[in-house]
C-alpha cells in the first residue's frame, strides 16, 4: 500500500498475481472508508512491456509492431505449413504451440542461438526449430513486426518509479531486468498456520471435498478468503465449475438462476468460441458458406438468440415441424431461406427469426471475391446486428463481455490486412473461427472469497485458508516435463525448472515452504485414481493427517432432491372444452385413446406429433422454383438456366444449378 500510494507501477509475473493485487488495494480502500482513491497501477509483466512499446510509437513511428496472440500464432502456422516438414504434418496446431513455447523459454531463459545451432547436429528436432525459427525471423523483419517475446530486450529503463514482487514464477532474463531497473517487494508478514493432508476416495470426491471445505469456511466467517490450486484445471475445469456449484451456488441449477452471484471464481478462461453469443455469430457466418444440414439450420432457425419472446420461439418450431415434412436433408442458407419464406407464407406463421436471418444474409452478400479481413470485418458486425445480435439489450453481463471481447478480436484483425493479406469470405471467416477459439475468455467478476486457480504459483498475499489438489507421490514434485525442440541438456544448462528433477524438487520444496506461510490453515489433498489403485501420499507433504473426508459428490440432481417442494397430488379428468377450430381425428383419435387417455388428448387437441426428418427421397418442394428464387437477385443468368433446364424436364441433380441435393424421386 505504501509503494501504491506513492504512485509507483507494481508489476506482477502473470495476470491472475495482478489481478489478486489489484483487488487487494481496492478492498483495503474500501475498508478503510475511502469513497475515492485513484485507481492502482498494477499491471501484469507482459501487458506492462506491451503498454511501454506502444507509448514509445506514439512518439517513434519507426518502431515495429507487436504481433498479437492472434497474428503470431496464424503466422507460426504458415511458416509450419510452407516448410517441408509441416506438409507432412497433419495438423499444425500443435506443432505451432510446441515451437512457440520453445521460442519464449529461449528469451526468458537467455539461451542463444548459437547454443542451440551447436546441439543441432546431434538432434533432428532442434534442427527444425532453428529452421522455423529462421523463417518467422525473416516473415517478422518483412512485416516490420516483433514477437512479444522479443519486448524485453528492447525496453529501454522506465521512467516511473517501478516496484516488483518477489515470486519464483519470475524468469531469469526478467528478474534479472527488474534487479536493474526496479524495486523489489517481498510479502509484507508470514502466517503461523498448520499445514494438514487428505486422502479422498476418488477425484471427483476431492473437489467436492474442497468446496465442501469453503463453503463452511464461508459460513463460519464472512470475511473468510481462500486460494486452491487445482493443477489439471484446464483438463477438468466443467468438473470443477460442477463440484463448487453444488455447493457454493446451487441456484445455478435451478430453472431460473438467481441473482446472487457465486461466491467463487476459476482462474484461466475459457475459449472465447463456447460463449453464447460469440457461439451464435460463427454459427451464423459458417452458415452462409456452402451446404447446410438439415439439423444446423433446424438449430440456428431456433436460436434463442434470434427469438425475442416466447410467442417467436413458437413460431420458429412450427416453422421447424413444417420444414422436416417438406424441406431437403441439405441445401444452402439461402434456399432454405426461400422454402422457410414460402411455407411462412401458406401457413400463415410470422418468424421473426426467418427475417432477421434473411437480414443477416443480405448483408453478407458483399463484398465478394478476395479481399483484405478489414473489409469482410465490417459486413461480418453487420451481418450480425442484423442477425443474432439484434436482441443485445437482453444480454447478460456475461454475454454483453463476451461480445464486446469479440469485437475486439474483430478489430484486432482488421488492424492487420498488412499481415494477413488477402481472403475470400471462406477462409477469412476460418481465421476468424481458429481465433475465437484460440483465445481465452475471463469474465470480470473482481476477484471473490474464494480464487480457484491451475497454476502451481505463489499467491504472495495472505490467506485464511490454502488447498493445493493433486499432491500424490507421482505428481508432486511436478513430473520433469523438457520443452520440445531444444536439447534437454541444453536446458539443464540455462536452469530451466521443467527439465532437472532437482531442480523440480527445489521448486517443489520452496512453493511448498511459501505456502504453509501465507494460510493459518493448509490442506494438501490426493485422491486415488478410482479404478481400484490407491494413490500414495507425495513424501514432501506434512505428516498431519486429516480426518477422512465424508464430501461425496454432488451432482445437479441432488442438489434439486434437497430444495424439492411439496408436491399435491390430484387426478384430472376433466381436458378443457373443445375451441371453434378444434376438430377430431377420427379412428387415429380413437387408436390413440385406447392406448392412453392421455396420448389421445395430446395428439388430438395438444397437436402432438413425432418430428420428422427430411429423408433423401419424396421431398415435395420444387427445388427448382426455389433456386430461382434464392438466385434471381443475386444471378439472373442463373436463374434462366435453371428455368431451361426446368422446361426440358431435367431432375437430376447433378445438372441443376446451385443445388446441394441428394437424389430425390
Known sequence: MAAVAAGHTILAPNTELAAALFDSVERAYRDAGRDVWPTPRVRDFGSWLREKHLGRQLTDATLPRVLGDVDERELWRAVIDSSDVGRDLVESTGAARAVRRARRAMHEYGIPLRAIAEHASAAEESRVFLDWNRQFTERCRQLDCISADELLERTPPPAEPVTWIESPVWRPMARQWLQRHGRMLAPSRTVAGTARRLSTASPAAELAAMADWALANLRSSQRFRAWICVPDLNLRRAEVVDAFDAALAPQRFTLFEGSAEAPYAVAGGTPLAEFAPVRAALETLSASIGPVAFERFSALLRAPELQSSAAEAGAAALMDLQLRKQGPSETDLATWLALAERIAAAQ??????????????????????????????????????????????????????????????LGQLATADAFFGTHSRSSAQRILRRAAHDTPFQV??????????????????????????????????????????????????????????????????????????????????????????????????????????????????????????????????????????????????????????????????????????????????????????????????????????HQRGTSHPAESPKLHQPVWS
Open 348 to 409: 400463415n406463421i410470422a418468424s421473426t427469426a426467418l427475417q432477421r436471418l434473411q437480414g443477416a444474409l443480405r448483408a453478407l452478400e458483399n463484398p465478394r471475391g478476395n479481399h483484405p479481413i478489414s473489409r469482410w470485418v465490417p459486413a461480418w458486425i453487420a451481418a450480425l446486428e442484423l442477425g443474432p445480435w439484434a436482441l443485445r439489450h437482453r444480454w447478460s453481463s456475461v454475454e454483453y463481455q463476451a461480445a464486446e471481447r469479440f469485437r475486439e478480436l
Open 444 to 645: 470480470q467478476t473482481g476477484v471473490p472469497p474464494i480464487w480457484v486457480s491451475g497454476q502451481l504459483i505463489d499467491p504472495w498475499l495472505n490467506y485464511d485458508g490454502l488447498w493445493i489438489g493433486g499432491c500424490n507421490d507421482q505428481r508432486w514434485p511436478p513430473p520433469v516435463e523438457p520443452i520440445p525442440l531444444i536439447p534437454v541438456r541444453l536446458q539443464r544448462d540455462f536452469g530451466v525448472i521443467a527439465a532437472a528433477p532437482e531442480l523440480q524438487l527445489q521448486f517443489a520444496l520452496d512453493l511448498q515452504d511459501r505456502w504453509a506461510a501465507r494460510a493459518r490453515e493448509c490442506v494438501f489433498s490426493f485422491a486415488d485414481p478410482g479404478d481400484g489403485r490407491s494413490a500414495a501420499p507425495s513424501p514432501l507433504l506434512p505428516d498431519a493427517m486429516a480426518d477422512p473426508s465424508p464430501a461425496l459428490p454432488r451432482p445437479h440432481w441432488r442438489a434439486l432432491l434437497q430444495a424439492q417442494p411439496l408436491l399435491e397430488r390430484l387426478t384430472d379428468e376433466l381436458a378443457p372444452a373443445f375451441g371453434p377450430g378444434e376438430r377430431t381425428r377420427g379412428v387415429s383419435t380413437l387408436r390413440a385413446q385406447s392406448r392412453c387417455a392421455f396420448r389421445g388428448f395430446a395428439e388430438t387437441r395438444l397437436r402432438c406429433e413425432r418430428l420428422e426428418r427430411p429423408s433423401l427421397r419424396g421431398h415435395q418442394v420444387d427445388f427448382f422454383a426455389l433456386a430461382r428464387h434464392s438466385s434471381c437477385q443475386r444471378d439472373p443468368s442463373a436463374a434462366r438456366c435453371s428455368d431451361r433446364r
